[in-house]
T-cell receptor, first 115, second 113 residues
């Protein structure tokens, strides 16, 4: 079966520090990968999505970036965090079943607090 | 922008059925309708999805209007554990033909004991 792992679960970082969040998927090949952010009390905001290694589409550029160095690895980064980057970061994937019609599967998320 | 509209909140009594509506008037012929729910401090959980016909699974039923411009998620007997934010979303086509999923604000379901 397919699983998705995110780490760390919680993170407290000072303003101006760098960020690296990692997401890995197991049990499937060629997944579509997604990064979402949820601010406190708000809905999910799509940040980035990827169809393959090195292929990244951005919805909200800001000061965040994403990379996909391997088929089942998705990384969210920032060079300098802002207070507004605080939130709940979620990675998700859709497995390739011949059509990408299967549902999104989410990880458990990383709760980031920028102080 | 999200392609769906849902009521902000709904209430239900425990053990009673719940009908959560969703409007998606701009749906295209190949768009699947997906429903997810999110419990506090957790990532969204898949509930059900469908294209044209009504769908049933162990969690819920999905009733899709004949013109596909609206759908209803049906929880047959609400329990306290069903209290969550329910999202109805459509698949959108992004750059390079990639599928992306834009979430709206969802419906916050409160279940009364």
């Amino acid at each position: 079966s397919q699983t998705i792992h995110q780490w760390p679960a919680t993170l407290v970082q000072p303003v101006g520090s760098p960020l690296s969040l990692e997401c890995t998927v197991e049990g499937t090949s060629n997944p579509n990968l997604y990064w979402y952010r949820q601010a406190a009390g708000r809905g999910l905001q799509l940040l980035f999505y990827s169809v393959g290694i090195g292929q990244i589409s951005s919805e909200v550029p800001q000061n965040l970036s994403a990379s996909r160095p391997q088929d089942r690895q998705f990384i969210l980064s920032s060079k300098k965090l802002l207070l507004s980057d605080s939130g709940f970061y979620l990675c998700a994937f859709i497995q390739w079943d011949g059509s990408y019609n299967s549902p999104l599967h989410f990880g458990n998320g990383t709760r980031l607090t920028v102080t | 922008d999200a392609k769906t509209t849902q009521p902000n909140s709904m209430e239900s009594n425990e053990e009673e059925p719940v009908h959560l509506p969703c409007n998606h008037s701009t749906i295209s012929g190949t768009d699947y309708i997906h429903w997810y729910r999110q419990l506090p401090s957790q990532g969204p959980e898949y509930v059900i999805h469908g294209l044209t016909s009504n769908v049933n699974n162990r969690m819920a039923s999905l009733a899709i209007a004949e013109d596909r411009k609206s759908s209803t998620l049906i929880l047959h007997r609400a329990t306290l554990r069903d209290a969550a934010v329910y999202y109805c979303i459509l698949r959108d086509v992004g750059t390079s033909g990639t599928y992306k999923y834009i979430f709206g604000t969802g419906t916050r379901l409160k279940v009364l004991a």
